[in-house]
Nanobody, 124 residues
């Protein structure tokens, strides 16, 4: 079993900053990538940012156009954790933020795991 747990959400004013974290644990042989997605009320879940888990210099990062220049994704391979630093937040960033981990399990299965989500609310 693999567990994915997000933390750090909350309420922030527009223009403010917030950092959310996601830690994966359990039957992990290797993490291939981790990423953040978000879902606002009445909308479909959308990609925010993803990062692969290779050697630091080889990692690939992808951002949604709506967050480029404002959000930064980073990772700590030693603790299987990914972070999302969010700056210049806007009310339209309000959503539940979900973490996804693409994992090769100790049983050598490729699986995707989701966290339970963390609420980020940006007030105008």
């Amino acid at each position: 079993q693999v567990q994915v747990v997000e933390s750090g959400g909350g309420l922030v004013q527009a223009g403010g900053s917030l950092r959310i974290s996601c830690a994966a644990s359990g039957s992990i042989f290797r993490i291939n990538a981790m990423g953040w997605y978000r879902q606002a009320p009445g909308k479909v879940r959308e990609l925010v940012a993803t990062i692969t888990h290779g050697i630091t210099s080889d990692s690939r990062i992808q951002y949604a156009d709506s967050v480029k220049g404002r959000f930064t994704i980073s990772r700590d391979n030693a603790v299987n954790t990914v972070y999302l630093q969010m700056s210049s937040l806007k009310p339209e960033d309000t959503a539940v933020y979900y973490c996804n981990a693409a994992v090769l399990t100790t049983s050598r299965y490729q699986e995707n795991y989701w966290g339970q989500g963390t609420q980020v609310t940006v007030s105008a």
